[in-house]
Nanobody, 121 residues
Framework: VQLVESGGGSVQAGGSLRLSCQWS????????MAWFRQVPGKEREGVAG????????FYGDFVEGRFTISEDEAKRALYLQMSSLQPEDTAMYYC????????????????WGQGTQVTVS
């Protein structure tokens, strides 16, 4: 099983980025997937989550309508479209996959990518 993030980079405040997470090794699409972010010295926090096939999406309170999570099972990919980025969005962003639990709780996810850095100035 492997999750590989891409799409991070440096942008100015107000800009946009689209993160991608390519997943492999699963017999079928992961039941739950999510994006988390982390800055040094702070706990990893849930950005957005999605339940495969159920149409449920979840977002952290700080998202305030700026981000959209989506998935393409045919491409085996998870996406996070981010707009109106602010310096406080600067973090390492991680893709995660799991089966059960609370969408924003990191310990409920079994598989993690290596992360992609987002820097907003």
């Amino acid at each position: 099983v492997q999750l590989v993030e891409s799409g991070g980079g440096s942008v100015q405040a107000g800009g946009s980025l689209r993160l991608s997470c390519q997943w492999s090794g699963f017999r079928s699409a992961p039941h739950r997937m999510a994006w988390f972010r982390q800055v040094p010295g702070k706990e990893r926090e849930g950005v957005a989550g999605i339940y495969n096939g159920a149409g449920y999406q979840f977002y952290g309170d700080f998202v305030e309508g700026r981000f959209t999570i989506s998935e393409d099972e045919a491409k085996r990919a998870l996406y996070l479209q981010m707009s109106s980025l602010q310096p406080e969005d600067t973090a390492m962003y991680y893709c995660a996959a799991g089966k059960y639990g609370t969408w924003a709780r990191p310990c409920d996810y079994t598989y993690w990518g290596q992360g992609t850095q987002v820097t907003v100035s």
